[in-house]
């Protein structure tokens, strides 16, 4: 059996996002980064459809990492 390390198919919850890897701001937290990741993750189930959730991982010139919404994401 082979084990992958990616999937290409967004198995993961991976989504593609115009910023990814580029200097970023998110003017709700003041903080500046370079986007790394943008997941999918579920966020529970309503009315018996299951909702999702987009999250960004933004490293710092610190070298921590934040999340924020993706939508409110600029380029820095």
């Not at 903080?31 to 579920?42: N, P």
């Amino acid at each position: 059996m082979e084990v992958r390390e990616h999937r290409p198919d967004g198995a993961f919850g991976h989504v593609e996002h115009p910023l990814l890897f580029k200097q970023v701001h998110d003017p709700q937290s003041d903080r500046t980064g370079q986007l790394r990741a943008v997941i999918r993750e579920s966020a529970g189930k309503v009315s018996g459809r299951t909702m999702y959730t987009r999250t960004a991982f933004v490293r710092g010139a610190d070298g921590r990492e934040f999340t924020a919404a993706p939508d409110t994401l600029v380029q820095a």
